[in-house]
């Protein structure tokens, strides 16, 4: 009897916690990647990762993901997307290099890595530019 009330009391538990996540806001400056995407233009966070993968880092409609640091969720969609929620397509990860730094971002390193033969995943690191003091 106890060993069903304990598992009853674990069971119930889980289901009141996972009752009380509640979505990231979207606000004008809060980062809302939740299931529709991340826009460059909401971004506040000082170092971000762009993740390519395609054949190479010149081809076309280069699959781009973005790291802010953000808790990862197999459901959320970490792609770029416009001010319509609609997926970006990069022809290369330069393209996503330049759009990112029409939003304030340069580039600091960049790594490959090959899962398979052929196969590549590129990482950009960005950081928000600094503002000059006049």
């Not at 909401?42 to 993740?51: D, F, H, M, Q, T």
């Not at 076309?60 to 459901?75: E, L, M």
């Amino acid at each position: 009897m106890s060993k069903t009330f304990l598992i009853g009391l674990f069971l119930m538990f889980g289901i009141t916690t996972y009752g009380q996540i509640k979505p990231i806001s979207s606000s004008n400056n809060e980062i809302n990647p939740i299931r529709n995407g991340i826009r460059a233009d909401r971004l506040n966070a000082e170092y971000i990762e762009i993740v390519g993968s395609g054949q190479s880092s010149f081809s076309v409609n280069a699959s781009i993901k973005v790291d802010y640091g953000q808790t990862r969720n197999p459901k959320d969609n970490n792609e770029l997307v416009d001010e319509n929620g609609q997926i970006i397509k990069f022809n290369s990860m330069a393209d996503a290099l330049n759009y990112m730094y029409r939003y304030g971002y340069e580039f600091i390193s960049a790594y490959p890595i090959t899962e398979n033969p052929g196969e590549h995943i590129y990482h950009y690191i960005l950081r928000k530019k600094k503002k000059e003091l006049n």
